[in-house]
């Protein structure tokens, strides 16, 4: 009997733990004296849990031909040793049970455990043209690179915004490696000379330090996209994981590019991570400037989809305006190119805003993983959509968990995981992971109010309301009131909340205030008549606060009422 084709690393059966790769057996995590033989026999076992192994078998895997023992004597030792080491007996065996003349069989359950993939970070690339203003260019290399061995589904690649804030610093690869919680970094450079360009990259094991593989390319612009999918294949060769025939074609495949427009789209993705309102207008300036000269760029129009849902979800432009932009660009994108995860992703977020469509936002979002599985957004919009519909609350939790691993020092996930957790009703790590957020993003209006809003839930109200105060500091929107308005009526403000009340309906009068806002002040002061006809007006005005019905705990006080499960309908999260 042959090991499977892809054999766990490690297998678990009661308070055992057998490691393939270093040949040890462990009992509670201390070493067992276990030798070669018996260990194989373990393994072979272990790979085939509840089946016989016969003893021939059992004599191909430990003797291979050529080798002369007395087989039956030897047989029997191995598995008796076996036996005394793991505390069993053949009388009343707990692990292996012997079918005389036959063979043995593993009875305990296993849990194989497989070897997570290897990851690596593509660290920021050095300019060698040494000029300030050519700066994207190098980015935009690494970025791609970044993107490339992110295709591949036995790599884990760390995000680009992630590993950006490394740009120029002089800490040891070593410190970058735990930081980043990676295996390997790629380093490299870049010159751009007359319409043409040399990339170099090398490859470094981080623990213990050694470099695995450098190499040179040159190319004319309009070829570097092919090139960089050569780097990634060779830098997936040398870290020894295997590619998909699907991936070695996306990979071989050449991406011509008409220069200009290749330009123009890499000053756009600079830009956009700047994160702010007019870093996202000039992106898009960009975006449009390298589709009026290449129609066909298939990348600009994906992350033109990102920044117009970018501009949408912070407030800059109409809700629905900026997701039907997003939706047309990424429709645009996915024409020109079925295997862009950015533009699956970004198609599964608009169809969802635009037309509630959850099934194709579902079947979208895992499209996007499948391409791409170190997309740290792909994670999140399928977390995203399995929170609010309810499907499967842990999987949306290790999707949240997944996105935090691949970009670990991105504010908009460390803060989105901790609304996750608030969502799960895990309100101690809720908070927990609120704060860890602010101590490396201090002024995140996300982790205060999911800081406030968890304490909120565990009834520390005057805790909740500074940290609601904070956020409201920060952003005195109408989110922000209402907030804190909720707080102060949970407190036993209701002076206070209705005083809030008042002012969201005279600034509706001057500008937009979403309706959920009043929903959530109504509720909290106890006017359940008021609160639904404010939950009409949202379900009237596409309000995307209604995705949250199931799992937002300010909607809590309505629950029980008829209009609220009728509601749950309508929006399609019954």
Same mark, same amino acid.
Request: glycine share 6%.
């Given at each position: 009997?042959?090991?499977?084709?892809?054999?766990?690393?490690?297998?678990?059966?009661?308070?055992?733990?057998?490691?393939?790769?270093?040949?040890?057996?462990?009992?509670?995590?201390?070493?067992?004296?276990?030798?070669?033989?018996?260990?194989?026999?373990?393994?072979?076992?272990?790979?085939?849990?509840?089946?016989?192994?016969?003893?021939?078998?059992?004599?191909?895997?430990?003797?291979?031909?050529?080798?002369?023992?007395?087989?039956?004597?030897?047989?029997?030792?191995?598995?008796?040793?076996?036996?005394?080491?793991?505390?069993?007996?053949?009388?009343?065996?707990?692990?292996?049970?012997?079918?005389?003349?036959?063979?043995?069989?593993?009875?305990?359950?296993?849990?194989?455990?497989?070897?997570?993939?290897?990851?690596?970070?593509?660290?920021?690339?050095?300019?060698?043209?040494?000029?300030?203003?050519?700066?994207?260019?190098?980015?935009?290399?690494?970025?791609?690179?970044?993107?490339?061995?992110?295709?591949?589904?036995?790599?884990?690649?760390?995000?680009?915004?992630?590993?950006?804030?490394?740009?120029?610093?002089?800490?040891?690869?070593?410190?970058?490696?735990?930081?980043?919680?990676?295996?390997?970094?790629?380093?490299?450079?870049?010159?751009?000379?007359?319409?043409?360009?040399?990339?170099?990259?090398?490859?470094?094991?981080?623990?213990?330090?050694?470099?695995?593989?450098?190499?040179?390319?040159?190319?004319?612009?309009?070829?570097?996209?092919?090139?960089?999918?050569?780097?990634?294949?060779?830098?997936?060769?040398?870290?020894?994981?295997?590619?998909?025939?699907?991936?070695?074609?996306?990979?071989?495949?050449?991406?011509?590019?008409?220069?200009?427009?290749?330009?123009?789209?890499?000053?756009?993705?600079?830009?956009?991570?700047?994160?702010?309102?007019?870093?996202?207008?000039?992106?898009?300036?960009?975006?449009?400037?390298?589709?009026?000269?290449?129609?066909?760029?298939?990348?600009?129009?994906?992350?033109?989809?990102?920044?117009?849902?970018?501009?949408?979800?912070?407030?800059?432009?109409?809700?629905?305006?900026?997701?039907?932009?997003?939706?047309?660009?990424?429709?645009?994108?996915?024409?020109?190119?079925?295997?862009?995860?950015?533009?699956?992703?970004?198609?599964?977020?608009?169809?969802?805003?635009?037309?509630?469509?959850?099934?194709?936002?579902?079947?979208?979002?895992?499209?996007?993983?499948?391409?791409?599985?170190?997309? =740290?957004?792909?994670?999140?919009?399928?977390? $995203? &959509? *399995?929170?609010?519909?309810?499907? @499967? /609350?842990? %999987? +949306?939790?290790?999707?949240?968990?997944?996105?935090?691993?691949?970009?670990?020092?991105?504010?908009?996930?460390?803060?989105?995981?901790?609304?996750?957790?608030?969502?799960?009703?895990?309100?101690?790590?809720?908070?927990?992971?609120?704060?860890?957020?602010?101590?490396?993003?201090?002024?995140?209006?996300?982790?205060?109010?999911?800081?406030?809003?968890?304490?909120?839930?565990?009834?520390?109200?005057?805790?909740?309301?500074?940290?609601?105060?904070?956020?409201?500091?920060?952003?005195?929107?109408?989110?922000?009131?209402?907030?804190?308005?909720?707080?102060?009526?949970?407190?036993?403000?209701?002076?206070?909340?209705?005083?809030?009340?008042?002012?969201?309906?005279?600034?509706?009068?001057? =500008?937009?205030?979403?309706?959920?806002?009043? $929903? &959530? *002040?109504?509720?909290?002061?106890? @006017? /359940?008549? %008021? +609160?639904?006809?404010?939950?009409?007006?949202?379900?009237?005005?596409?309000?995307?606060?209604?995705?949250?019905?199931?799992?937002?705990?300010?909607?809590?006080?309505?629950?029980?009422?008829?209009?609220?499960?009728?509601?749950?309908?309508?929006?399609?999260?019954?």
């Amino acid at each position: 009997m042959d090991p499977p084709a892809s054999s766990p690393a490690t297998f678990r059966f009661g308070p055992y733990g057998a490691d393939v790769r270093t040949g040890e057996l462990r009992k509670h995590g201390v070493r067992m004296k276990l030798r070669g033989k018996s260990f194989q026999a373990l393994v072979a076992l272990l790979e085939h849990p509840g089946e016989l192994v016969t003893r021939e078998e059992l004599r191909h895997r430990l003797w291979p031909q050529g080798v002369f023992v007395d087989f039956d004597n030897s047989l029997n030792s191995t598995v008796n040793r076996l036996r005394v080491v793991l505390g069993d007996c053949t009388a009343k065996p707990r692990f292996i049970e012997t079918l005389p003349r036959l063979g043995y069989r593993f009875i305990a359950p296993v849990e194989p455990v497989r070897a997570a993939p290897p990851t690596l970070a593509v660290l920021p690339f050095e300019n060698l043209n040494h000029d300030p203003e050519q700066d994207f260019f190098a980015d935009g290399v690494a970025d791609a690179l970044t993107t490339a061995l992110g295709n591949v589904s036995t790599l884990r690649v760390i995000s680009r915004q992630s590993v950006l804030h490394l740009k120029g610093t002089r800490r040891t690869l070593p410190e970058i490696a735990r930081e980043l919680k990676t295996d390997a970094v790629v380093e490299g450079s870049v010159l751009q000379a007359g319409g043409r360009v040399r990339i170099t990259a090398q490859l470094v094991q981080a623990a213990p330090e050694r470099h695995l593989w450098a190499k040179s390319y040159e190319c004319e612009m309009g070829d570097i996209l092919t090139i960089q999918g050569q780097v990634a294949q060779a830098i997936a060769e040398a870290v020894r994981v295997s590619l998909t025939p699907a991936e070695k074609r996306r990979l071989d495949c050449p991406h011509p590019v008409d220069p200009e427009a290749h330009l123009a789209y890499l000053r756009g993705r600079h830009h956009m991570g700047q994160w702010t309102r007019e870093s996202f207008e000039r992106a898009l300036d960009y975006f449009r400037l390298a589709l009026e000269k290449d129609p066909a760029h298939a990348l600009a129009y994906a992350h033109m989809a990102d920044c117009y849902a970018l501009l949408g979800h912070w407030g800059h432009l109409s809700l629905h305006d900026a997701f039907q932009k997003s939706k047309e660009a990424a429709l645009h994108a996915l024409a020109l190119d079925d295997s862009l995860s950015s533009a699956h992703w970004a198609f599964a977020w608009a169809v969802w805003v635009c037309d509630w469509d959850l099934a194709t936002c579902q079947a979208e979002a895992l499209r996007a993983i499948q391409l791409n599985p170190s997309d =740290e957004h792909a994670h999140m919009v399928y977390s $995203v &959509f *399995l929170i609010t519909t309810g499907k @499967d /609350q842990p %999987r +949306a939790v290790s999707e949240m968990r997944m996105a935090l691993d691949l970009d670990p020092l991105s504010q908009y996930v460390n803060a989105n995981m901790a609304w996750i957790y608030l969502f799960v009703r895990d309100y101690d790590r809720a908070a927990e992971q609120a704060r860890k957020t602010l101590e490396l993003f201090p002024e995140s209006l996300l982790a205060w109010r999911g800081l406030g809003l968890a304490e909120l839930c565990r009834s520390r109200y005057a805790e909740a309301i500074a940290a609601l105060e904070r956020g409201a500091a920060i952003s005195p929107d109408a989110l922000s009131v209402a907030y804190l308005g909720v707080a102060h009526a949970r407190a036993g403000h209701i002076d206070v909340a209705v005083s809030m009340l008042q002012q969201l309906l005279s600034r509706r009068e001057r =500008e937009p205030v979403l309706p959920r806002c009043f $929903v &959530f *002040l109504y509720a909290a002061t106890g @006017d /359940q008549d %008021r +609160a639904f006809d404010w939950l009409e007006k949202a379900y009237g005005d596409r309000d995307t606060g209604l995705f949250w019905l199931r799992i937002m705990p300010l909607f809590d006080p309505l629950r029980s009422a008829p209009r609220f499960h009728e509601m749950l309908r309508r929006v399609g999260l019954a």
